[in-house]
């Protein structure tokens, strides 16, 4: 079935460090592919989606590439700040099933 | 326009017992997803609603069952209640249910005693 495998963590770094969450995964069709974000105490919040392959999604200095050959979808970022701490999901969704696989979350902290 | 709302916030439950928790979707929005939020397991996919119909169930026994209202709000109720069943359980919405990225709910943290 489908599945969605990322680093574990805890993931930390020092303010204006590079940032890489690694993303794979396994899917039968063609996922569309997110990567949702945690603050404490709230739920998730979409961070960025690509829809096919060699799709690249972005915001707020995040990027991920639908790599379809190498079934991944890396999430980076050229510089955090403190204020990216948070727990990271990366998921993919099945168009005809309205399904969502998620990974089991990576936590960064960042340090001033 | 308002987000998708989650009620309660906490529950404090004894084993045994059942549990109803609500969840109400972004205004239009006729999806609704359940998922349940695990330290050790991440989150798990309990059952998705659209237009008051279940389409999709998770891996999960019986004694989680839910529905929907025709105004699009949910519910979500366990039975029976098991201490590994300490959670945050998360409500989602999509407007058409269609693999579109999913708006999330603060959540309910529930706790089995």
């Known amino acids: 079935g489908d599945s969605v495998t990322q680093m574990e963590g805890p993931v930390t770094l020092s303010e204006e460090a590079f940032l890489t969450i690694n993303c794979t995964y396994t899917?039968?069709?063609?996922?569309?592919l997110f990567w949702y974000v945690q603050y404490p105490g709230e739920g998730l919040q979409l961070l960025l989606k690509?829809?096919?392959?060699?799709d690249k999604g972005s915001n707020k200095g995040f990027e991920a590439t639908y790599r379809k050959e190498t079934t991944s979808f890396h999430l980076e970022k050229g510089s955090v700040q403190v204020s990216d701490s948070a727990v990271y999901f990366c998921?993919?969704?099945?168009?005809?099933?309205?399904?969502?696989?998620f990974g089991s979350g990576t936590k960064l902290n960042v340090k001033p | 326009k308002a987000g998708v709302t989650q009620t309660p916030r906490y529950l404090i439950k004894t084993r045994g017992q059942q549990v109803t928790l609500s969840c109400s979707p972004i205004?239009?929005?006729?999806?609704v997803s359940w998922y349940q939020q695990t330290p050790g397991q991440g989150l798990q996919f309990l059952f998705e609603?659209?237009?008051?119909?279940?389409?999709n169930k998770g891996n999960f026994p019986g004694r989680f069952s839910g529905r929907q209202f025709s105004n699009s709000r949910s519910e979500m109720n366990v039975s029976t209640l098991e201490l590994g069943d300490s959670a945050l359980y998360l409500c989602?919405?999509?407007?058409?249910?269609?693999?579109?990225?999913?708006?999330f709910g603060s959540g309910t943290q529930l706790s089995v005693l």
């Open positions: 989602a919405s999509s407007l058409e249910g269609n693999g579109e990225k999913l708006f």
């Open positions: 899917a039968t069709g063609y996922p569309s």
């Open positions: 690509a829809t096919k392959a060699d």
């Open positions: 998921a993919l969704s099945d168009y005809n099933f309205n399904k969502f696989y």
């Open positions: 205004s239009g929005h006729r999806s």
């Open positions: 609603y659209f237009s008051e119909t279940q389409r």
